[in-house]
Each structure stands twice: as structure tokens, then as C-alpha cells.
RNA sequence: GGUCCCAUCGUCUAGUGGUUUAGGACAUCACUCUUUCAAGGUGAAGACACGGGUUCGACUCCCGUUGGGACCGCCA
């Protein structure tokens, strides 16, 4: 294997939505691709007819483009290579390395069930290998359906993981699986050795759930004279009751995240620090840094559990740390869903100045900074009941007509006539303040007032100032 | 029931036999800043699952126990 070239690749079955676990792998591998100045391959694992979909195809598609995971070949596609795959099966059956199964999948799985309650351990028993002439010729004559086995070899099979390193199986624990079903496509174990090795994998980077499956793909590795290629099983990312990461657990699909108005580089870097640390107390990183400190021999071995509080906080440092023209270009989809067209750029940055600090996700700094552009202001309620009393509603009164004759009306100005009347009413500046953030925005909570109102305009706060003393 | 994997604060992790009174981050709490909410700053609380070895010395190595997880399909 020295000297060889890099390749690794993701190779997702396209039944349902793109998971985060699914996301975390594929960074992976393209992280170690790209450090190693290798290949990242897409390959599509759509063998199961019945449960493949082309809008999950699609999905996978569009979701690692949005998190930036580009690939250097494919995406290949298992259902368009069953040629290849009946070609090889039929190179075992010659060689005496695999036998044709002519059981019934319902009596086997019965079988299998009985064992289980009766908590007996189950193996296929190879009872079609032993088949006699006579009853083979019997059913191949009554054309009973038919797959093809593969011939387990009597040896123990170890590797060299490169996260757990070694492991080993004895044959005795692995039953003649199952390489080619009756319907004449390949089941999973087979196609992954054969698209692998022909499409020259070196590395196998993959959830550990796969772990188990890999003595039995060694084996066929061997059958066919194959190089085997190095392997990596990759810790699970486990939901907050500590199971595997699946659809109970919530929102966990890409499109989820996207549409909660997270950012694509908040969650990579959330993702590639579930399982791998750089070392030393390195977190926020950009992609580059994470390709150059990227190794194999840095991700831990042990499940972690998903938390979303942490995502959260990270997606606040990134949209923090943006620059108001990128955040502004990721922020315009989510504006155009509500109807928002900021014309004036620049009075547009100044609000993200001032918003962006304080929110968690671009939802969040949306429905923020919708405040600004929207006409009709939805009132909080409670916030109402509590600062706009007939009292306070005196002082705005006495406030707007002060700010209505304001001629620079910017914030330090703003806050200079607020200061100076809330002095000559004998009261804090807080007690106009509140009341009059909520007249203006609906809420008691917000971006610093003055600044609110200068970029609100004059006519606008007027306006709402009038709305709320009637 | 079988096979395999794993084990440092609630969570993500640093730590590769002595540098450690076990470091950082999220979350939590307190204080600070302050017109609110955040952000920021300061600080607090919080972990090596347990038991045996090995060693002059174990979070680090070995074994066992316990606990957790994954897999056991003509799904991938």
C-alpha cells in the first residue's frame, strides 16, 4: 500500500433524509482527502430498489454542496454497475468460493426469530451447500428462486484498524452472508468490496457500526485477490440518550439545520469536533486549519453525544465574526421568505451591527431585524401591560413631540433630549427608556434603543409613537 | 442469546508513566459592564466508573468487574 494515492470516499444509500452522522463522516474523509492532497469520491449506494428514492439522491447532492464538501469524482451509482456486480458473483460461483441459496427468507428469518426468543445463538447453517444432486436439480427444475452465498473460509480474519487497531473475528462467528439476492442485485457487503476495490479506495473511513462488517469484506477482499485497503470505523454520534442519532431524536436532518437559520461553517466545525480534537484548546477553526491539523490518529474512540447548546453557541460566534456583506448574503434568504428587501446597504449593515451580537441563529437575527423593516410592529403583550400605562403614555407623548422637533435626529442626540427630559420629570432615564422601546419595536428586549430609533427614521417613530398614546 | 466496540467534569474534549493542586470549551451559578436582552470581562462549582496488578511512580500500560453502545436482514 505505500506510495499509493489517497482515495476515500462516502458512500450514502439515498433512503431518506441527510443526517448529521451521515455529514460528520463524509468530513472526514474529506478533510483527510484534502490533507493528504487525495481523493474524495461520491458514490451512491443504491442497490435497494425499493427503498432508494431520486429526491434523497438530490438531497445528498445539494446538502454536501451546501456544506462545502466538494468531491473529486461521482457521483457514482451501484444501480448502474449490477453488471459489474453479477460478473464477479459469478467468478465465485465457478470457483467454488460461493454456493446458490435456494431457502426461503421467511422459514430462515423464522428460524432466526425462534433462536432469538429461545436466546439461542443463530448461523446460517450452510444446509444448500450440503444440497445433494438429486434435490438441487429438483429445484433448480421447479425454478425456485435462488441467491447466492458466499463460502465463509475457516480462518480467523484480523485488521489493523487505524482507530481501534486490531480486531479480530473467528470464523466461526460469521455465517455465509449472502452476496447476490434472488432478484439478481448484490446486497451490501459484496457491492461496497467491489466498487472499492475497483475504484482503488485506499481508506475506509466509516462509522463504527460498520466494524462488524468488515471481516466479512476482507474475506471477500481475499476471494478476489483484492488489495485490501486500510480502515478507519469512526465513533457514532449518539443523541442525548445516549442511542444512536436517529429520527427520534428530532431535528437532525441537514435541511433542518439549514431552514433554523444555522450556518454551514458553524456546524463543520461543530461536526468535525464531535469525535476529533486538533489537540491543545483549539476550537474555532476554518477549514483550512482543520485540514492541515487533520489526522486519523487524533479521533477518539469513544461515541459523543450531539449537544445542541454547543452548535447554538458556535453558530453565534460565527455569525458574530462574519462580515456584514457575507452575513448579509446568507441572511437574504431567509429575509425574502418574509418579505424583507433591504435597499439601503448600508443603513442595512448598521442594523446588523447592532443585531447580530445577540442572537444564536440567522432565524433569530431575521425576526430581529424585521423590527426595522416591518410595517405593522407586533406587540408583545405582557411587555405592553407592563411599561405602556396611562402614565408612560404622557411621557412619550412629551418625548415624540421632542423628537419631532430634533433636526439631527442620530442617536447621541436621541439619547441627550431622552436623558434631558427623564431629568425633568424627576425620573431614571430606564423609565422612559423601556416604555419607549416598547411603543417603537413591541418588545421589551432589543438592540440599544438610540441607536433603534436613528435607524427606524423619524417619520417611522413618529408615526409608531403616535400609534401607541391613542 | 452471540460477536464486537467503548469508558476524564452534565456535554464536547486536552492529557500518550513523573511538567497535573487533571487544562480548555459549551451549559450552570455569581459578580462586573449596562437603557433591556445579548455580547464582553472576572470568578465559582464540576470528572479520571470500580477492583486488582506492572512500576520507584499511574488518568496514562495489563487483567478483571461494572456500566454504556453497535451489530447479528435476500437494509445500508
Known amino acids: 500500500m505505500a506510495n499509493q494515492e489517497i482515495r476515500v470516499r462516502i458512500a450514502p444509500s439515498p433512503t431518506g433524509a441527510v443526517h448529521v452522522g451521515l455529514v460528520r463522516s463524509a468530513l472526514y474523509n474529506w478533510l483527510f482527502a484534502r490533507h493528504h492532497n487525495g481523493k474524495f469520491i461520491l458514490r451512491i449506494?443504491?442497490?435497494?430498489?425499493?427503498r432508494?428514492?431520486?429526491?434523497?439522491?438530490?438531497?445528498?447532492?445539494?446538502?454536501?454542496?451546501?456544506?462545502?464538501?466538494?468531491?473529486?469524482?461521482?457521483?457514482?451509482?451501484?444501480?448502474?454497475?449490477?453488471?459489474?456486480?453479477?460478473?464477479?458473483?459469478?467468478?465465485?460461483?465457478?470457483e467454488g468460493k460461493a454456493y446458490y441459496c435456494y431457502c426461503n427468507p421467511?422459514?430462515?428469518?423464522?428460524?432466526?426469530?425462534?433462536?432469538?426468543?429461545?436466546?439461542?445463538?443463530?448461523?446460517?447453517?450452510?444446509r444448500c451447500y450440503n444440497l445433494d444432486a438429486e434435490t438441487k436439480a429438483k429445484y433448480e427444475k421447479e425454478n425456485r428462486p435462488k441467491a447466492i452465498r458466499f463460502l465463509v473460509p475457516s480462518k480467523p480474519v484480523i485488521f489493523q484498524d487505524l482507530i481501534h487497531g486490531a480486531i479480530k473475528k473467528e470464523p466461526q462467528d460469521i455465517e455465509d452472508f449472502i452476496i447476490?439476492?434472488?432478484?439478481?442485485?448484490?446486497?451490501?457487503?459484496?457491492?461496497?468490496?467491489?466498487?472499492d476495490a475497483e475504484m482503488k479506495i485506499s481508506h475506509i473511513i466509516r462509522a463504527v457500526e460498520h466494524i462488524a462488517n468488515t471481516p466479512k469484506q476482507i474475506l471477500l477482499y481475499e476471494a478476489f485477490g483484492f488489495p485490501i485497503p486500510n480502515f478507519a470505523h469512526l465513533p457514532l454520534i449518539l443523541?442525548?440518550?445516549?442511542?444512536?442519532?436517529?429520527?427520534?431524536?428530532?431535528?437532525?436532518?441537514?435541511?433542518?439545520?439549514?431552514?433554523?437559520?444555522?450556518?454551514?461553517?458553524?456546524?463543520?466545525?461543530?461536526?468535525?469536533?464531535?469525535?476529533?480534537?486538533?489537540?491543545?484548546?483549539?476550537?474555532?477553526?476554518?477549514?483550512?486549519?482543520?485540514?492541515?491539523?487533520?489526522?486519523l490518529e487524533r479521533v477518539n474512540k469513544a461515541n459523543a453525544i450531539f449537544d445542541i447548546k454547543k452548535l447554538e453557541w458556535m453558530n453565534s460566534v460565527y455569525i458574530k465574526n462574519m462580515k456584514n456583506e457575507d452575513l448579509y448574503h446568507a441572511l437574504l434568504p431567509y429575509l425574502e421568505e418574509i418579505n424583507i428587501h433591504p435597499t439601503d446597504k448600508k443603513q442595512f449593515y448598521r442594523i446588523?451591527?447592532?443585531?447580530?451580537?445577540?442572537?444564536?441563529?440567522?432565524?433569530?437575527?431575521?425576526?430581529?431585524?424585521?423590527?426595522?423593516?416591518?410595517?405593522?410592529?407586533?406587540?408583545?403583550?405582557?411587555?405592553?401591560?407592563k411599561y405602556i400605562t396611562?402614565?408612560?403614555?404622557?411621557?412619550?407623548?412629551?418625548?415624540?413631540?421632542?423628537?419631532?422637533?430634533?433636526?439631527?435626529?442620530?442617536?447621541?442626540?436621541?439619547e441627550n433630549e431622552l436623558r434631558k427630559l427623564a431629568e425633568e420629570l424627576g425620573l431614571k432615564a430606564a423609565d422612559l427608556v423601556h416604555p419607549c422601546r416598547v411603543a417603537l419595536t413591541g418588545k421589551s428586549v432589543g438592540p440599544p434603543l438610540f441607536e433603534t430609533i436613528e435607524l427606524l427614521g423619524k417619520n417611522t417613530v413618529i408615526e409608531r409613537l403616535n400609534n401607541i398614546i391613542q
Open 45 to 50: 449506494e443504491d442497490t435497494d430498489v425499493t
Open 52 to 94: 432508494s428514492t431520486q429526491e434523497s439522491v438530490q438531497a445528498i447532492i445539494e446538502g454536501f454542496k451546501w456544506v462545502g464538501l466538494d468531491w473529486d469524482e461521482g457521483p457514482y451509482f451501484q444501480s448502474q454497475r449490477l453488471d459489474i456486480y453479477r460478473k464477479y458473483a459469478q467468478s465465485l460461483l465457478t
Open 106 to 126: 421467511e422459514e430462515l428469518e423464522a428460524e432466526r426469530q425462534k433462536a432469538w426468543q429461545r436466546k439461542i445463538a443463530w448461523k446460517y447453517d450452510r
Open 180 to 195: 447476490m439476492r434472488a432478484d439478481n442485485t448484490p446486497t451490501y457487503n459484496f457491492a461496497v468490496v467491489i466498487d
Open 239 to 295: 443523541g442525548t440518550d445516549k442511542k444512536k442519532l436517529s429520527k427520534r431524536h428530532g431535528a437532525l436532518s441537514l435541511w433542518e439545520y439549514k431552514k433554523a437559520g444555522y450556518l454551514p461553517d458553524a456546524l463543520i466545525n461543530f461536526l468535525a469536533l464531535l469525535g476529533w480534537s486538533p489537540g491543545g484548546d483549539l476550537e474555532i477553526m476554518t477549514r483550512e486549519q482543520m485540514i492541515k491539523l487533520f489526522s
Open 352 to 385: 446588523l451591527d447592532i443585531t447580530k451580537v445577540r442572537v444564536r441563529t440567522l432565524i433569530e437575527l431575521r425576526d430581529m431585524i424585521s423590527a426595522f423593516y416591518t410595517k405593522d410592529v407586533r406587540y408583545d403583550m405582557s411587555a405592553v401591560e
Open 390 to 414: 396611562s402614565k408612560t403614555k404622557d411621557y412619550l407623548k412629551e418625548l415624540c413631540l421632542r423628537f419631532e422637533k430634533l433636526e439631527e435626529f442620530t442617536a447621541a442626540n436621541l
